[in-house]
Protein backbone atom coordinates (compact mmCIF):
# COMPACT_ATOMS: atom_id res chain seq x y z
CA UNK A 1 0.00 0.00 0.00
CA UNK A 2 1.15 2.84 -1.51
CA UNK A 3 0.91 6.72 -0.08
CA UNK A 4 0.12 7.85 -4.12
CA UNK A 5 -3.17 5.53 -3.33
CA UNK A 6 -3.73 7.46 0.13
CA UNK A 7 -6.73 4.92 1.51
CA UNK A 8 -7.04 3.64 4.98
CA UNK A 9 -8.96 0.73 6.54
CA UNK A 10 -9.02 0.23 10.26
CA UNK A 11 -9.45 -2.86 11.43
CA UNK A 12 -12.09 -3.53 14.23
CA UNK A 13 -12.46 -5.69 17.43
CA UNK A 14 -13.76 -8.73 15.44
CA UNK A 15 -11.70 -12.04 15.71
CA UNK A 16 -11.25 -12.16 12.06
CA UNK A 17 -10.33 -8.48 11.19
CA UNK A 18 -8.11 -6.66 8.69
CA UNK A 19 -5.44 -7.14 10.79
CA UNK A 20 -5.30 -10.82 10.98
CA UNK A 21 -6.35 -10.98 6.87
CA UNK A 22 -3.01 -8.74 6.25
CA UNK A 23 -0.38 -10.64 8.77
CA UNK A 24 -2.02 -14.11 6.68
CA UNK A 25 -1.24 -12.13 3.40
CA UNK A 26 2.27 -11.53 4.49
CA UNK A 27 3.02 -15.29 4.98
CA UNK A 28 2.20 -16.11 1.29
CA UNK A 29 4.77 -14.14 0.71
CA UNK A 30 7.46 -16.91 2.31
CA UNK A 31 9.86 -18.90 -0.32
CA UNK A 32 8.27 -22.33 -1.52
CA UNK A 33 9.33 -25.16 0.33
CA UNK A 34 6.60 -27.86 0.03
CA UNK A 35 7.08 -30.65 -2.35
CA UNK A 36 3.30 -30.82 -2.44
CA UNK A 37 2.84 -27.69 -4.62
CA UNK A 38 -0.39 -28.29 -6.06
CA UNK A 39 -1.79 -29.36 -2.75
CA UNK A 40 -0.90 -26.22 -1.55
CA UNK A 41 -2.45 -24.37 -4.69
CA UNK A 42 -5.30 -26.55 -3.87
CA UNK A 43 -6.00 -24.99 -0.39
CA UNK A 44 -5.31 -21.51 -1.69
CA UNK A 45 -8.33 -22.03 -4.17
CA UNK A 46 -10.26 -22.92 -1.95
CA UNK A 47 -9.39 -20.12 0.68
CA UNK A 48 -9.87 -17.91 -2.39
CA UNK A 49 -13.31 -19.18 -2.73
CA UNK A 50 -13.82 -18.95 0.74
CA UNK A 51 -12.70 -15.30 1.68
CA UNK A 52 -15.10 -14.39 -1.48
CA UNK A 53 -17.64 -16.22 0.46
CA UNK A 54 -17.08 -13.83 3.59
CA UNK A 55 -16.71 -10.90 1.72
CA UNK A 56 -20.76 -11.70 0.73
CA UNK A 57 -21.53 -11.66 4.38
CA UNK A 58 -19.83 -8.86 4.88
CA UNK A 59 -21.33 -6.69 2.10
CA UNK A 60 -24.48 -7.95 3.70
CA UNK A 61 -23.94 -7.14 6.76
CA UNK A 62 -22.34 -3.31 5.60
CA UNK A 63 -25.91 -2.98 3.86
CA UNK A 64 -28.04 -3.30 6.63
CA UNK A 65 -26.11 -1.11 9.06
CA UNK A 66 -26.16 1.58 6.41
CA UNK A 67 -30.02 0.74 6.25
CA UNK A 68 -30.37 1.51 9.71
CA UNK A 69 -28.26 4.32 9.32
CA UNK A 70 -30.74 6.07 6.83
CA UNK A 71 -33.80 5.16 7.75
CA UNK A 72 -34.17 7.87 10.80
CA UNK A 73 -32.81 10.63 7.88
CA UNK A 74 -35.22 9.53 5.67
CA UNK A 75 -33.38 8.24 2.81
CA UNK A 76 -34.60 5.90 0.69
CA UNK A 77 -33.33 2.72 0.07
CA UNK A 78 -32.09 2.87 -3.60
CA UNK A 79 -30.12 5.99 -2.72
CA UNK A 80 -28.74 3.53 0.82
CA UNK A 81 -27.94 0.72 -1.88
CA UNK A 82 -26.12 2.88 -4.49
CA UNK A 83 -23.91 4.24 -1.68
CA UNK A 84 -23.37 1.06 0.18
CA UNK A 85 -22.33 -0.46 -3.80
CA UNK A 86 -20.12 2.47 -4.40
CA UNK A 87 -18.51 1.66 -0.46
CA UNK A 88 -18.27 -1.93 -1.64
CA UNK A 89 -16.08 -0.78 -5.27
CA UNK A 90 -14.13 1.51 -2.87
CA UNK A 91 -12.93 -1.59 -0.57
CA UNK A 92 -12.56 -3.93 -3.28
CA UNK A 93 -10.80 -1.50 -5.79
CA UNK A 94 -13.08 -1.75 -8.59
CA UNK A 95 -15.97 0.43 -10.38
CA UNK A 96 -19.11 1.53 -8.74
CA UNK A 97 -21.55 -0.33 -11.14
CA UNK A 98 -19.54 -3.69 -10.32
CA UNK A 99 -19.97 -2.61 -6.73
CA UNK A 100 -23.42 -2.67 -6.93
CA UNK A 101 -23.73 -5.87 -9.01
CA UNK A 102 -21.41 -7.46 -5.81
CA UNK A 103 -23.71 -6.03 -3.54
CA UNK A 104 -26.72 -7.54 -5.19
CA UNK A 105 -24.68 -11.11 -5.45
CA UNK A 106 -24.21 -10.68 -2.03
CA UNK A 107 -27.88 -10.84 -0.89
CA UNK A 108 -29.15 -13.34 -3.63
CA UNK A 109 -25.87 -16.01 -2.33
CA UNK A 110 -26.52 -15.00 1.81
CA UNK A 111 -30.29 -14.84 2.12
CA UNK A 112 -31.61 -16.76 -1.25
CA UNK A 113 -29.39 -20.15 -1.97
CA UNK A 114 -28.02 -21.83 1.11
CA UNK A 115 -26.81 -24.69 -0.89
CA UNK A 116 -24.30 -22.16 -3.32
CA UNK A 117 -23.50 -20.17 0.11
CA UNK A 118 -22.13 -22.98 1.34
CA UNK A 119 -20.22 -24.61 -1.50
CA UNK A 120 -18.82 -21.29 -1.73
CA UNK A 121 -18.13 -20.58 1.70
CA UNK A 122 -16.25 -24.25 1.18
CA UNK A 123 -14.64 -23.22 -0.97
CA UNK A 124 -15.28 -25.74 -3.59
CA UNK A 125 -16.65 -23.17 -6.33
CA UNK A 126 -15.70 -19.72 -6.91
CA UNK A 127 -17.40 -16.38 -7.13
CA UNK A 128 -17.33 -16.80 -10.88
CA UNK A 129 -19.60 -19.63 -10.57
CA UNK A 130 -21.97 -18.17 -8.09
CA UNK A 131 -22.57 -15.31 -10.18
CA UNK A 132 -23.26 -16.90 -13.31
CA UNK A 133 -25.62 -19.31 -11.10
CA UNK A 134 -27.78 -16.04 -9.83
CA UNK A 135 -27.71 -14.89 -13.35
CA UNK A 136 -29.43 -18.24 -14.20
CA UNK A 137 -32.20 -17.98 -11.47
CA UNK A 138 -32.25 -13.91 -11.67
CA UNK A 139 -35.91 -14.12 -13.61
CA UNK A 140 -37.41 -16.47 -11.21
CA UNK A 141 -39.20 -15.86 -7.44
CA UNK A 142 -37.17 -15.45 -3.89
CA UNK A 143 -39.10 -19.40 -3.63
CA UNK A 144 -38.36 -20.75 -7.06
CA UNK A 145 -34.95 -19.68 -6.73
CA UNK A 146 -34.14 -21.53 -3.79
CA UNK A 147 -35.68 -25.16 -5.77
CA UNK A 148 -33.13 -24.63 -8.49
CA UNK A 149 -30.23 -24.00 -5.63
CA UNK A 150 -31.35 -27.10 -4.08
CA UNK A 151 -32.19 -29.35 -7.50
CA UNK A 152 -28.16 -28.18 -8.50
CA UNK A 153 -26.73 -29.00 -5.27
CA UNK A 154 -25.08 -32.38 -5.90
CA UNK A 155 -23.32 -30.46 -9.18
CA UNK A 156 -21.75 -27.77 -6.72
CA UNK A 157 -17.67 -28.51 -6.70
CA UNK A 158 -17.96 -31.42 -8.66
CA UNK A 159 -18.37 -30.29 -12.39
CA UNK A 160 -16.96 -27.77 -14.28
CA UNK A 161 -18.40 -24.20 -14.79
CA UNK A 162 -20.28 -24.37 -18.06
CA UNK A 163 -21.70 -27.68 -16.75
CA UNK A 164 -23.24 -26.24 -13.42
CA UNK A 165 -24.42 -23.22 -15.18
CA UNK A 166 -26.07 -25.07 -17.69
CA UNK A 167 -27.81 -27.32 -15.32
CA UNK A 168 -29.40 -24.01 -13.08
CA UNK A 169 -30.47 -22.56 -16.54
CA UNK A 170 -32.22 -25.90 -17.14
CA UNK A 171 -33.69 -26.08 -13.82
CA UNK A 172 -34.58 -22.42 -13.87
CA UNK A 173 -36.38 -23.23 -17.01
CA UNK A 174 -38.44 -26.28 -15.35
CA UNK A 175 -39.46 -24.54 -12.16
CA UNK A 176 -40.64 -21.09 -14.37
CA UNK A 177 -41.18 -21.92 -18.54
CA UNK A 178 -43.02 -18.33 -18.50
CA UNK A 179 -40.73 -16.74 -16.28
CA UNK A 180 -37.67 -18.03 -18.70
CA UNK A 181 -39.57 -16.75 -22.00
CA UNK A 182 -40.35 -13.23 -20.82
CA UNK A 183 -36.90 -13.18 -19.31
CA UNK A 184 -35.66 -13.63 -23.35
CA UNK A 185 -37.92 -11.30 -24.53
CA UNK A 186 -36.33 -8.61 -22.12
CA UNK A 187 -33.20 -9.68 -23.56
CA UNK A 188 -34.00 -9.06 -27.17
CA UNK A 189 -35.08 -5.17 -25.91
CA UNK A 190 -31.73 -4.86 -25.07
CA UNK A 191 -30.35 -5.50 -27.97
CA UNK A 192 -26.98 -3.05 -29.02
CA UNK A 193 -23.96 -2.75 -30.00
CA UNK A 194 -20.67 -1.73 -28.09
CA UNK A 195 -16.84 -0.48 -29.19
CA UNK A 196 -13.58 -0.50 -27.15
CA UNK A 197 -9.97 -0.28 -27.53
CA UNK A 198 -8.22 -3.74 -28.44
CA UNK A 199 -4.30 -3.95 -28.51
CA UNK A 200 -2.03 -2.43 -31.66
CA UNK A 201 -4.55 0.16 -32.73
CA UNK A 202 -8.05 -1.80 -32.63
CA UNK A 203 -11.17 -1.77 -31.95
CA UNK A 204 -13.84 -4.75 -30.33
CA UNK A 205 -16.93 -3.55 -32.26
CA UNK A 206 -19.21 -6.10 -30.39
CA UNK A 207 -23.16 -6.74 -31.23
CA UNK A 208 -25.61 -8.03 -28.69
CA UNK A 209 -28.70 -9.93 -30.84
CA UNK A 210 -30.94 -12.46 -30.84
CA UNK A 211 -29.97 -15.46 -31.48
CA UNK A 212 -31.35 -16.20 -35.51
CA UNK A 213 -30.16 -12.31 -36.35
CA UNK A 214 -26.30 -13.28 -34.50
CA UNK A 215 -26.82 -16.33 -36.24
CA UNK A 216 -27.96 -15.03 -39.83
CA UNK A 217 -25.06 -12.22 -39.61
CA UNK A 218 -22.01 -14.68 -38.86
CA UNK A 219 -23.48 -16.91 -41.67
CA UNK A 220 -23.66 -14.03 -44.27
CA UNK A 221 -19.93 -13.49 -43.56
CA UNK A 222 -18.86 -16.63 -43.64
CA UNK A 223 -20.35 -17.70 -47.12
CA UNK A 224 -18.85 -14.61 -48.40
CA UNK A 225 -15.15 -16.19 -46.54
CA UNK A 226 -15.74 -19.53 -48.13
CA UNK A 227 -16.01 -17.75 -51.81
CA UNK A 228 -13.78 -15.13 -51.80
CA UNK A 229 -10.51 -15.93 -48.80
CA UNK A 230 -7.11 -16.75 -50.45
CA UNK A 231 -3.99 -17.22 -48.51
CA UNK A 232 -3.18 -13.43 -48.66
CA UNK A 233 -6.45 -12.83 -47.86
CA UNK A 234 -7.45 -15.24 -45.09
CA UNK A 235 -11.15 -15.78 -43.80
CA UNK A 236 -10.72 -13.79 -40.99
CA UNK A 237 -9.42 -10.71 -42.73
CA UNK A 238 -12.39 -11.40 -45.53
CA UNK A 239 -14.94 -11.67 -43.08
CA UNK A 240 -13.60 -8.06 -40.96
CA UNK A 241 -13.71 -6.34 -44.48
CA UNK A 242 -17.18 -7.18 -45.53
CA UNK A 243 -18.63 -6.36 -42.25
CA UNK A 244 -17.54 -3.06 -42.56
CA UNK A 245 -18.16 -2.54 -46.11
CA UNK A 246 -21.87 -3.57 -45.62
CA UNK A 247 -21.95 -1.34 -42.68
CA UNK A 248 -20.74 1.54 -44.07
CA UNK A 249 -22.13 1.00 -47.49
CA UNK A 250 -18.54 1.93 -48.76
CA UNK A 251 -16.22 -0.30 -50.77
CA UNK A 252 -13.59 0.67 -48.32
CA UNK A 253 -13.50 2.21 -45.22
CA UNK A 254 -10.31 4.18 -46.33
CA UNK A 255 -12.96 6.52 -47.16
CA UNK A 256 -14.65 7.69 -44.16
CA UNK A 257 -14.15 10.81 -42.42
CA UNK A 258 -12.49 11.08 -39.08
CA UNK A 259 -13.90 13.16 -36.70
CA UNK A 260 -12.22 13.04 -33.13
CA UNK A 261 -10.85 15.07 -30.33
CA UNK A 262 -7.42 14.59 -30.31
CA UNK A 263 -4.86 15.54 -27.50
CA UNK A 264 -1.73 15.73 -28.40
CA UNK A 265 1.59 17.63 -27.79
CA UNK A 266 3.34 19.23 -30.38
CA UNK A 267 5.99 16.54 -30.35
CA UNK A 268 3.53 14.02 -31.90
CA UNK A 269 3.73 15.75 -36.01
CA UNK A 270 7.31 15.88 -35.45
CA UNK A 271 8.66 13.31 -33.21
CA UNK A 272 7.18 10.05 -31.32
CA UNK A 273 5.19 11.07 -28.77
CA UNK A 274 1.73 8.87 -28.99
CA UNK A 275 -1.55 11.16 -29.12
CA UNK A 276 -4.61 10.17 -27.37
CA UNK A 277 -8.58 9.77 -28.67
CA UNK A 278 -10.74 10.17 -25.20
CA UNK A 279 -12.64 6.96 -24.71
CA UNK A 280 -10.17 4.85 -26.94
CA UNK A 281 -6.73 5.35 -25.57
CA UNK A 282 -3.01 6.34 -26.97
CA UNK A 283 -2.48 6.17 -30.60
CA UNK A 284 0.82 6.35 -32.03
CA UNK A 285 2.86 8.98 -33.67
CA UNK A 286 3.12 7.55 -37.09
CA UNK A 287 -0.79 7.04 -37.33
CA UNK A 288 -2.11 10.79 -35.84
CA UNK A 289 0.43 12.28 -38.78
CA UNK A 290 -0.87 9.86 -41.37
CA UNK A 291 -4.35 10.96 -40.34
CA UNK A 292 -3.44 14.70 -40.49
CA UNK A 293 -1.47 14.48 -43.78
CA UNK A 294 -4.21 12.23 -45.76
CA UNK A 295 -5.98 14.26 -48.77
CA UNK A 296 -8.85 11.25 -48.56
CA UNK A 297 -9.97 12.21 -45.17
CA UNK A 298 -11.39 15.22 -42.89
CA UNK A 299 -9.83 15.59 -39.79
CA UNK A 300 -11.33 17.89 -37.19
CA UNK A 301 -9.09 18.31 -34.25
CA UNK A 302 -9.76 19.94 -30.68
CA UNK A 303 -6.35 21.14 -29.71
CA UNK A 304 -5.98 21.21 -26.08
CA UNK A 305 -3.10 23.59 -24.80
CA UNK A 306 -1.06 21.87 -21.83
CA UNK A 307 1.74 23.98 -19.61
CA UNK A 308 4.98 22.07 -20.61
CA UNK A 309 6.63 22.21 -17.09
CA UNK A 310 3.60 20.22 -15.48
CA UNK A 311 1.32 18.64 -17.65
CA UNK A 312 -1.75 20.93 -16.25
CA UNK A 313 -4.17 21.75 -19.02
CA UNK A 314 -4.67 25.50 -19.02
CA UNK A 315 -7.94 26.11 -17.67
CA UNK A 316 -11.78 28.00 -18.25
CA UNK A 317 -13.93 29.74 -15.88
CA UNK A 318 -17.38 30.87 -16.61
CA UNK A 319 -19.58 32.84 -14.60
CA UNK A 320 -22.85 30.33 -14.96
CA UNK A 321 -23.72 28.26 -11.90
CA UNK A 322 -23.28 25.05 -14.21
CA UNK A 323 -21.14 23.72 -16.55
CA UNK A 324 -22.13 24.08 -20.22
CA UNK A 325 -20.26 24.61 -23.56
CA UNK A 326 -16.52 24.64 -24.01
CA UNK A 327 -16.00 24.10 -20.24
CA UNK A 328 -18.01 21.33 -20.18
CA UNK A 329 -16.41 20.08 -23.31
CA UNK A 330 -12.42 21.23 -21.87
CA UNK A 331 -13.32 19.25 -18.61
CA UNK A 332 -14.75 16.00 -20.32
CA UNK A 333 -11.70 15.68 -22.18
CA UNK A 334 -9.61 16.18 -19.09
CA UNK A 335 -10.79 13.64 -16.99
CA UNK A 336 -11.86 11.36 -19.82
CA UNK A 337 -13.69 8.79 -17.52
CA UNK A 338 -15.51 9.29 -14.38
CA UNK A 339 -13.09 10.46 -11.49
CA UNK A 340 -14.87 8.72 -9.15
CA UNK A 341 -11.55 5.94 -7.67
CA UNK A 342 -11.66 2.81 -10.22
CA UNK A 343 -14.81 3.99 -12.13
CA UNK A 344 -14.14 4.21 -15.62
CA UNK A 345 -17.76 4.87 -16.86
CA UNK A 346 -18.43 7.76 -19.58
CA UNK A 347 -18.84 11.51 -17.80
CA UNK A 348 -22.39 12.29 -17.79
CA UNK A 349 -22.78 14.71 -15.67
CA UNK A 350 -20.18 18.00 -15.23
CA UNK A 351 -20.07 18.95 -10.98
CA UNK A 352 -18.73 21.16 -8.89
CA UNK A 353 -16.03 19.42 -5.92
CA UNK A 354 -16.97 22.10 -3.33
CA UNK A 355 -20.48 22.69 -3.69
CA UNK A 356 -21.29 25.95 -5.41
CA UNK A 357 -24.32 26.35 -2.33
CA UNK A 358 -20.70 26.20 -0.55
CA UNK A 359 -19.35 28.83 -2.39
CA UNK A 360 -17.46 26.85 -5.26
CA UNK A 361 -16.76 28.35 -8.00
CA UNK A 362 -18.11 27.49 -11.66
CA UNK A 363 -14.33 26.75 -12.61
CA UNK A 364 -11.92 24.27 -14.10
CA UNK A 365 -10.33 23.92 -11.14
CA UNK A 366 -13.81 22.91 -9.00
CA UNK A 367 -14.70 20.49 -11.22
CA UNK A 368 -14.91 16.35 -11.94
CA UNK A 369 -16.06 14.61 -14.76
CA UNK A 370 -18.24 11.76 -12.99
CA UNK A 371 -20.94 9.28 -14.09
CA UNK A 372 -24.11 9.66 -13.21
CA UNK A 373 -24.28 7.13 -10.56
CA UNK A 374 -21.61 8.69 -9.00
CA UNK A 375 -22.69 12.19 -9.03
CA UNK A 376 -25.95 10.94 -7.12
CA UNK A 377 -23.72 9.21 -4.80
CA UNK A 378 -21.93 11.53 -3.67
CA UNK A 379 -24.50 13.61 -2.44
CA UNK A 380 -25.12 10.85 0.25
CA UNK A 381 -24.71 12.44 3.78
CA UNK A 382 -21.81 9.53 4.38
CA UNK A 383 -19.81 10.17 1.36
CA UNK A 384 -17.38 13.44 1.41
CA UNK A 385 -15.65 14.50 -1.58
CA UNK A 386 -12.74 17.32 -1.30
CA UNK A 387 -9.82 18.69 -2.88
CA UNK A 388 -9.54 20.11 -6.63
CA UNK A 389 -8.93 19.47 -10.23
CA UNK A 390 -5.83 18.01 -9.61
CA UNK A 391 -6.82 15.78 -6.78
CA UNK A 392 -10.25 14.49 -5.48
CA UNK A 393 -10.28 12.45 -2.20
CA UNK A 394 -13.35 10.22 -1.58
CA UNK A 395 -13.97 9.23 2.00
CA UNK A 396 -16.59 6.92 2.68
CA UNK A 397 -16.51 4.96 6.33
CA UNK A 398 -12.84 3.91 7.21
CA UNK A 399 -11.88 4.69 3.35
CA UNK A 400 -10.06 6.96 1.79
CA UNK A 401 -9.28 7.33 -1.72
CA UNK A 402 -7.21 9.85 -3.94
CA UNK A 403 -8.40 10.59 -7.65
CA UNK A 404 -6.31 12.32 -9.84
CA UNK A 405 -6.93 13.03 -13.57
CA UNK A 406 -4.78 11.58 -16.08
CA UNK A 407 -1.65 12.55 -17.85
CA UNK A 408 -2.05 14.50 -21.36
CA UNK A 409 0.00 12.50 -24.24
CA UNK A 410 3.85 13.21 -23.52
CA UNK A 411 3.76 15.17 -20.73
CA UNK A 412 4.30 14.69 -17.09
CA UNK A 413 0.89 14.25 -14.70
CA UNK A 414 -0.66 17.70 -13.63
CA UNK A 415 1.19 19.13 -10.64
CA UNK A 416 -0.28 18.74 -6.96
CA UNK A 417 1.18 21.92 -5.82
CA UNK A 418 -1.73 24.37 -5.39
CA UNK A 419 1.08 27.23 -5.92
CA UNK A 420 2.55 26.03 -9.02
CA UNK A 421 -0.84 25.86 -10.59
CA UNK A 422 -1.41 29.17 -9.34
CA UNK A 423 1.38 30.45 -11.22
CA UNK A 424 0.22 28.47 -14.17
CA UNK A 425 -3.11 29.81 -14.00
CA UNK A 426 -1.95 33.15 -14.03
CA UNK A 427 0.85 32.70 -16.64
CA UNK A 428 -1.73 31.54 -19.15
CA UNK A 429 -4.18 34.52 -18.32
CA UNK A 430 -1.48 36.93 -18.82
CA UNK A 431 -0.95 35.62 -22.41
CA UNK A 432 -4.21 36.03 -23.19
CA UNK A 433 -4.36 39.60 -22.74
CA UNK A 434 -1.33 40.14 -24.59
CA UNK A 435 -1.66 42.42 -27.61
CA UNK A 436 -1.61 40.18 -30.51
CA UNK A 437 0.37 41.04 -33.60
Given at each position: MNDAQMDTVEGGNAAFDASTVRAFQDRLDAAITSDDMLTEMRALEEAKNAISARQARLAVAAHHRQRQLDIPRGINRATTARKVGSDIALARRSSPHLGSRLLGLAHAVVEEVPHTCQALTAGVIGERDATELVAATACLSREDRASVDAAIADELGTVSHRRLVAAARAAAYEVDPQAATARRARAESERRVSLRPAPDCMTWLTALLPV???????????????????????????????????????????????HVNLLMPIDTLTGDTPAEIPGYGPIPADLVRAWATDPSKVVQVRRLFAHPGTGDLVGMESTSRCYTGLLADFIALRDRTCRTPYCD???????????????????????QGLCERCNYTKEHPDVSVTGTAGGTTTTTGTLRMTSRPPSPPGLPPPTRSHVERTLVDLTWQHSLRRPRR
Amino acid sequence: MNDAQMDTVEGGNAAFDASTVRAFQDRLDAAITSDDMLTEMRALEEAKNAISARQARLAVAAHHRQRQLDIPRGINRATTARKVGSDIALARRSSPHLGSRLLGLAHAVVEEVPHTCQALTAGVIGERDATELVAATACLSREDRASVDAAIADELGTVSHRRLVAAARAAAYEVDPQAATARRARAESERRVSLRPAPDCMTWLTALLPVKDGVACYAALTTEADATATADHPRGQVMADTLVQRVTGRDSADGIDVHVNLLMPIDTLTGDTPAEIPGYGPIPADLVRAWATDPSKVVQVRRLFAHPGTGDLVGMESTSRCYTGLLADFIALRDRTCRTPYCDAPIRHTDHITAHTEGGATTERNAQGLCERCNYTKEHPDVSVTGTAGGTTTTTGTLRMTSRPPSPPGLPPPTRSHVERTLVDLTWQHSLRRPRR
